[in-house]
C-alpha cells in the first residue's frame, strides 16, 4: 500500500513519461510526411476532403504533417503543450475517418482512434510539472 501511496507521487514523471514516448514516436511517424514535400503533403492532404474541405490539399498535408513532426518535439518539451495536443487530436480524428471511409479493419483505424482519445485526454492534463509550460 505504502508503494502505491509513493507511486501516486509520481504523477508528473508519468506524463513525463508518456510525453517523451509519444513524442519520439510522432516524430519519427511524422519526419517521412514532413520532409516528403509539397507531393507528399498534396497526398495526406486529399484524406481532409472526406470532412469536406477540398481546396489546399498540400497545404491540409503540411499541418497534419507539422502537427505530427512539430508536435512531437513540443510533446517532449511540454511547451505549447495543449495546442500540440489538439492539432494531434485532430489530425488522429482525420487519420480515423481516412481509414474508416476506406474500409480498413478494427486493427488498422483503432490505432488513430485511440491515439485521439489519448491526446483528447492530455489536452485536460495538461504537460505536468516537469515541462517548459510548468504547469
Given at each position: 500500500?505504502?508503494?502505491?501511496?509513493?507511486?501516486?507521487r509520481?504523477?508528473?514523471?508519468?506524463?513525463?513519461?508518456?510525453?517523451?514516448?509519444?513524442?519520439?514516436?510522432?516524430?519519427?511517424?511524422?519526419?517521412?510526411?514532413?520532409?516528403?514535400?509539397?507531393?507528399?503533403?498534396?497526398?495526406v492532404?486529399?484524406?481532409?476532403?472526406?470532412?469536406?474541405?477540398?481546396?489546399?490539399?498540400?497545404?491540409?498535408?503540411?499541418?497534419?504533417?507539422?502537427?505530427?513532426?512539430?508536435?512531437?518535439?513540443?510533446?517532449?518539451?511540454?511547451?505549447?503543450?495543449?495546442?500540440?495536443?489538439?492539432?494531434?487530436?485532430?489530425?488522429?480524428?482525420?487519420?480515423?475517418?481516412?481509414?474508416?471511409?476506406?474500409?480498413?479493419?478494427?486493427?488498422?483505424?483503432?490505432?488513430?482512434?485511440?491515439?485521439?482519445i489519448v491526446?483528447?485526454?492530455?489536452?485536460?492534463v495538461?504537460?505536468?510539472?516537469?515541462?517548459?509550460?510548468?504547469?
Amino acid at each position: 500500500m505504502l508503494a502505491l501511496k509513493f507511486l501516486g507521487r509520481l504523477n508528473h514523471f508519468g506524463l513525463l513519461a508518456m510525453r517523451v514516448g509519444l513524442g519520439l514516436m510522432f516524430i519519427i511517424h511524422g519526419s517521412g510526411k514532413i520532409f516528403g514535400g509539397p507531393e507528399m503533403w498534396a497526398k495526406v492532404g486529399q484524406a481532409i476532403s472526406l470532412w469536406g474541405i477540398n481546396f489546399f490539399p498540400a497545404l491540409w498535408g503540411f499541418m497534419a504533417a507539422f502537427a505530427e513532426f512539430g508536435g512531437g518535439i513540443l510533446l517532449i518539451l511540454g511547451f505549447l503543450f495543449r495546442p500540440a495536443a489538439l492539432l494531434l487530436a485532430i489530425t488522429m480524428a482525420v487519420a480515423t475517418t481516412m481509414h474508416l471511409s476506406q474500409g480498413d479493419a478494427f486493427g488498422t483505424w483503432s490505432h488513430a482512434a485511440e491515439l485521439g482519445i489519448v491526446f483528447l485526454g492530455l489536452l485536460f492534463v495538461g504537460p505536468g510539472k516537469i515541462s517548459l509550460d510548468g504547469e
